[in-house]
T-cell receptor
């Protein structure tokens, strides 16, 4: 079953614009991660935020986490055509080493 | 390159057949995870092995089985294949620990005709 649900399902923007994706989850978590998947390829880890953190930055990525609302957002600033991909949030239970539960993803299309 | 190797990249087979998917984890990673990705179900966790032992089970059908060998590579066996088993199968590995960052292979695309 899906733990995370991303919103929106699809997003189309122009190069240079910011893209924001949201994720909601159901149970208490240890960490929340965001992954990117280019069409038909494997997933690539982007960023991890711990349950006791509220915000994290990595390059053009900014992730926020609100554990009271069980939600997270991923902001990609100054989008590029190369950012075109599907983005998934993934959560794990409060026990280290358990499998990740992925949402259905947001498909981002960045046009030049 | 994630360092996780999956073979074969593509597999076409008929209903009722049995196939084996292979995964070599990143050097040093003890945990291997198998996931199935389909359009309708999304990315579903199947099973996890840690240092040769089964650690967790997800939505894995009884027709599917897996194992992890002493050299840490893993195989996913799918038998009595049905049309609905057509999907992308991913293997991921991690060193384990609290962060649980997983590194994914490029996947095996299975087509059951």
């Amino acid at each position: 079953s899906q733990q995370g649900e991303e919103d929106p399902q699809a997003l189309s923007i122009q190069e240079g614009e910011n893209a924001t994706m949201n994720c909601s989850y159901k149970t208490s978590i240890n960490n929340l991660q965001w992954y990117r998947q280019n069409s038909g390829r494997g997933l690539v880890h982007l960023i991890l935020i711990r349950s006791n953190e509220r915000e994290k930055h990595s390059g053009r990525l900014r992730v926020t986490l609100d554990t009271s609302k069980k939600s997270s957002s991923l902001l990609i600033t100054a989008s590029r055509a190369a950012d075109t991909a599907s983005y998934f949030c993934a959560t794990d239970a409060k026990k280290a080493g358990t499998a990740l539960i992925f949402g259905k993803g947001t498909t981002l299309s960045v046009s030049s | 390159d994630s360092g996780v190797t999956q073979t074969p990249k593509h597999l076409i087979t008929a209903t009722g057949q049995r196939v084996t998917l292979r995964c070599s984890p990143r050097s040093g990673d003890l945990s291997v995870y198998w996931y199935q990705q389909s359009l309708d179900q999304g990315l579903q966790f199947l099973i996890q092995y840690y240092n040769g032992e089964e650690r967790a089970k997800g939505n894995i059908l009884e027709r599917f089985s897996a194992q992890q060998f002493p050299d840490l590579h893993s195989e996913l066996n799918l038998s009595s294949l049905e049309l609905g088993d057509s999907a992308l199968y991913f293997c991921a590995s991690s060193v384990g620990g609290a962060k649980n960052i997983q590194y994914f292979g490029a996947g095996t695309r299975l087509s059951v005709l």
